[in-house]
């Protein structure tokens, strides 16, 4: 047994060791209530509680640099086209004719003539992009052109063939000067360079596209457009005029002057210019008024096969005036100069004076029942050679045209006409002129 002194001394001991022990506590205690107030007024004195409760990890995501995407290469190009299918009938008139007699026929559709039933006219398909900030191409070709003398003389349709082929240089950042290299519409005519899918007559004039038929060739030209020109320009596009495309309010190029897909014959090159400028005429009516031109020396193919030995002056100078629909408007081109032309007394190809034009008034009907639509009446004559054909034929054109082109939906367009044709056939074998009345149907869809 334990002695009960010792056991009352060890209680004692213990029971002091516990007081010491519970001072202590006491005394951290205090010591951490006196120390709170100063951490928390200097935590809440600089940062305020809302934003010290938010998260870290979003702010650390916040804070990290975004990477940047990477443009893919076919973001920037586009693809797009149209396709124009015809039904030519002529209703009266000269369908045939006797050897050496011109039949009804027009240098612009294959589908006017006898036993002819629905042709396309255009297939065509556009690839256009940017290559960079500064560089841009354009390449379309056409799927519906023919080809002759496959099978003892025979026409085959349904060929491809390049029309464009071309890139542009943009030389300054807000790329209003530009130069362009390739194969690409010379700047002749406000209608030659208008796009077949914008124009609103079926076919161009003889006059204006007789001096470069298919209007294309290979070379360098330089276009420049000032900012108020594009503003007017993109303003009558929004509001779904039919431009001629920006093309620029001047333009000067250097081309081989052959012609579309046909070899150079000659060291001469042709030179060329066109000047436009739109004019705002009380409210939202614009008049468009321009002059353009070219000299050039051609070899046309000559029946005995190949091209003439000999290079023949082809010169130049045409005028143009536009008073967009509003909802009336006037269109007017006319051009005069020299040109190769078969001269039936030499029996043979010379140099002769030309001539030639149309005036077209236009209506624009924005809403009806059947969509917008617009009808037009167009007369024109030409007197001259057209240099496209084997010996260069004379041209002695006078014709009459109505017709009225529905839109009942924007892919959509149905055009309905009818001509009163006097012409001469592009044939110098075929003597005398012509006539008859067409009427002509085409159907247009655009992707």
Excluded: C
């Excluded at 612009?108 to 900030?133: A, E, K, M, P």
């Excluded at 006097?422 to 655009?446: H, I, K, P, W, Y």
């Amino acid at each position: 047994m334990v002695p009960l002194p010792a056991a009352a001394q060890t209680v004692q001991e213990l029971q002091r060791q516990i007081d010491e022990l519970k001072a202590v506590i006491a005394e951290m205690k205090a010591a951490q209530t006196a120390a709170k107030p100063p951490v928390m007024a200097a935590a809440s004195a600089t940062t305020p509680a809302p934003v010290a409760a938010e998260p870290a990890a979003p702010t650390q995501v916040a804070a990290a640099p975004a990477r940047p995407s990477r443009e893919k290469w076919y973001d920037r190009i586009r693809l797009r086209g149209y396709t124009q299918l015809r039904l030519n009938e002529i209703i009266s008139g000269d369908r045939t004719a006797p050897d050496g007699i011109a039949r009804l026929r027009s240098v612009h559709d294959s589908g006017i003539g006898d036993d002819t039933g629905f042709t396309f006219r255009r297939i065509r398909l556009v690839l256009q992009g940017d290559l960079g900030d500064r560089v841009s191409f354009y390449l379309q070709p056409d799927f519906a052109t023919a080809v002759s003398n496959q099978s003892v003389g025979e026409r085959r349709e349904g060929f491809l063939q390049l029309r464009d082929a071309y890139f542009d240089a943009f030389l300054d950042t807000t790329k209003r000067f530009r130069l362009r290299f390739g194969q690409s519409k010379v700047p002749f005519g406000w209608e030659n360079m208008q796009s077949s899918s914008n124009r609103l007559t079926l076919d161009r004039s003889d006059a204006i596209n007789s001096g470069v038929p298919s209007e294309r060739d290979i070379g360098v030209v330089a276009y420049y457009t000032p900012q108020q020109v594009d503003d007017i320009w993109e303003r009558l596009t929004k509001d779904g005029q039919k431009l001629f495309g920006n093309y620029g309010a001047f333009g000067i190029g250097v081309y081989n002057g052959q012609g579309v897909n046909r070899e150079e014959a000659n060291d001469a090159v042709m030179a060329v210019a066109l000047a436009t400028w739109p004019f705002e005429i009380g409210g939202k009516q614009v008049l468009e008024v321009g002059a353009s031109g070219y000299t050039n020396r051609v070899q046309p193919e000559i029946r005995t096969g190949g091209v003439s030995p000999v290079a023949f002056a082809d010169d130049r100078i045409a005028l143009h005036a536009i008073l967009y629909p509003q909802p009336f408007g006037l269109q007017a081109e006319w051009n005069w100069g020299r040109g190769p032309e078969y001269d039936p007394v030499l029996r043979g190809i010379t140099t002769k004076s030309l001539y030639g034009g149309y005036v077209q008034g236009t209506a624009r009907v924005r809403q009806s029942p059947v969509g917008p639509f617009m009808p037009y009446v167009r007369w024109q004559t030409y007197r001259g050679g057209w240099k496209a054909a084997v010996n260069a034929p004379r041209l002695e054109t006078d014709e009459i045209e109505l017709g009225i082109e529905f839109q009942p939906v924007p892919a959509l367009e149905l055009t309905l006409a009818y001509a009163r044709m006097e012409r001469a056939e592009a044939d110098e074998r075929r003597s005398g002129r012509a006539e008859g009345d067409v009427f002509r149907t085409q159907l247009q869809l655009n992707y």
